[in-house]
T-cell receptor
């Protein structure tokens, strides 16, 4: 069965410290993965997707098929990074997609 | 700005009283989704429309229905809300076609059942 696991419900770091939000997936096909973020009182929004290999707001995520992981990393956390982060697995279905979300990790960056 | 708009932000209804949540979009996306998100849980897909084609998830209760009268609007109808239906309901849209396309979310409607 397709599944996304985010093992940490809460993660707290100090400003300037590195941060890693873990995501593991279970999927028999070739995975397509996203990270979505929800800042306080804002809508859920796309942070980055694995095919882009981009860095958004200093965050990167590398797909590791051997470990079935897609961890989100940032070398120096900022207070404005405090938010809820969701890892999501895309299940293509002929034009429309289904996103399977993890339960999310609440990141708090302390001053 | 093109966006996904959900109304109302907060909805209170009585146990068993039908309720409708609305979603509109200015993105001209072909696909519209409805998710249910309960406290401390992941968003869970209820159903989606690909143009006019309705696609129900296998585990979505019959109590939940949806309508899409045109490209811009999509409605979620809960025929007889129970206490377990209290949740945040998220609407999202995406473009059709191949490739990895993100979904664009609205702010959500938080539904409370009295």
């Amino acid at each position: 069965a397709q599944r996304v696991t985010q093992p940490e419900k809460l993660l707290s770091v100090f400003k300037g410290a590195p941060v890693e939000l873990k995501c593991n997936y279970s999927y028999s096909g070739s995975p397509e993965l996203f990270w979505y973020v929800q800042y306080s009182r804002q809508r859920l929004q796309l942070l980055l997707r694995h095919i882009s290999r981009e860095s958004i707001k200093g965050f990167t995520a590398d797909l590791n098929k051997g470990e079935t992981s897609f961890h989100l990393k940032k070398p120096f956390a900022q207070e404005e990074d405090s938010a809820m982060y969701y890892c999501a697995l895309n299940l293509p279905r002929g034009g429309s997609e289904k996103l399977v979300f993890g339960k999310g990790t609440k990141l708090t960056v302390n001053p | 700005d093109a966006m996904v708009i959900q109304n109302p932000r907060y909805q209170v209804t009585q146990f068993g009283k039908p309720v409708t949540l609305s979603c509109s979009q200015t993105l001209n996306h072909n696909v519209m989704y409805w998710y249910q998100q309960k406290s401390s849980q992941a968003p869970k897909l209820l159903f989606h429309y690909y143009d006019k084609d309705f696609n129900n998830e296998a585990d979505t209760p019959d109590n939940f229905q949806s309508r899409r009268p045109n490209t811009s609007f999509c409605f979620l109808d809960i025929r007889s809300p129970g206490l377990g239906d209290a949740a945040m309901y998220l609407c999202a849209t995406s473009r059709e076609g191949p490739g990895l396309k993100p979904q664009h979310f609205g702010d959500g409607t938080r539904l409370s059942i009295l």
